[in-house]
């Protein structure tokens, strides 16, 4: 069974910061390839950040340079530093793997506003 339990949202001015975690379950978690995803209202769900088991990423181009995936395999846990926040980053952000089928946390709320 696979849970992925999300942490860390709130609400933030433009230009602060935030860190999500996702812990994840199951003793092979650090095979896994975790990704970040949010959703805005209204739009569908899209991917933000994604990291391999080896450590490898890739990030859509609209968070290059402002937001960093990493793992710590010890933990199973997977964050996501989002710095330099913009009103567009606002929406839930979602943990998920893919382990024959997607699996998903519930999400965590990110609201930039002043």
């Known amino acids: 069974q696979v849970q992925l339990v999300e942490s860390g949202g709130g609400l933030v001015q433009p230009g602060g910061s935030l860190r999500l975690s996702c812990a994840a379950s199951?003793?092979?978690?650090?095979?896994?390839?975790m990704g970040w995803y949010r959703q805005a209202p209204g739009k569908q769900r899209d991917l933000v950040a994604r990291?391999?088991?080896?450590?490898?990423?890739n990030y859509v181009d609209s968070v290059k340079g402002r937001f960093t995936i990493s793992r710590d395999n010890a933990k199973n846990t997977v964050y996501l530093q989002m710095n330099s926040l913009k009103p567009e980053d606002t929406a839930v952000y979602y943990c998920?793997?893919?382990?024959?089928?997607?699996?998903w946390g519930q999400g965590t709320q990110v609201t930039v506003s002043s």
């Open positions: 998920n793997t893919f382990i024959a089928q997607n699996y």
């Open positions: 199951g003793s092979t978690s650090s095979f896994w390839t």
């Open positions: 990291i391999t088991s080896s450590g490898s990423t």
